[in-house]
């Protein structure tokens, strides 16, 4: 039998050129998943190609790190306003500040582990809880 013969399916899209491709994406600051939308297919196909291609699934991790590298680097440079002058006039052209709540609320959806809010801790599960009866206090429903 050919080797054409034993492959069963659709042939995949999969290059090896997407390793660096996703570690250059994520370092712009987009996500893993909008790398399908860039290249062109579905996003389901990034995680099988993580399952089938161990290299593929390194890269992954970089350009997630990549990612996380530049929106901390966006949170740095957001603590200071920045406004740019002409220089003629003097007059304010151009200014730029971060937006504390979308960017903690980007870190939080980004990267949840480290970025979440605390939980509050849970008490023993053997704590025993007392309710007190008083059967004076029972009244009967009304018809």
């Known amino acids: 039998m050919a080797e054409s013969e034993n492959k069963l399916g659709r042939p995949t899209k999969y290059l090896p050129e997407y390793c660096d491709m996703i570690i250059e994406h994520c ?4 996500s893993f998943d909008s790398f399908a939308g860039k290249i062109g297919i579905n996003q389901d196909t990034l995680y099988n190609w993580c399952k089938l291609f161990p290299e593929f699934s390194v890269a992954k991790s970089t350009a997630l790190e990549k990612a996380r590298l530049f929106w901390e680097k966006q949170g740095i440079d957001g603590l200071y306003s920045i406004t740019e002058y002409d220089e003629k006039t003097g007059r304010p052209t151009k200014s730029k500040s971060l937006s504390s709540s979308v960017w903690i609320y980007n870190m939080k959806n980004r ?7 605390r939980v509050p801790e849970q008490k023993d599960s053997n704590t025993t809880v007392n309710i007190a009866f008083d059967p004076n206090k029972i009244t009967k429903k009304k018809k």
């Open 27 to 30: 370092s712009e600051g987009y």
């Open 111 to 117: 990267f949840s582990k480290e970025w979440s809010d």
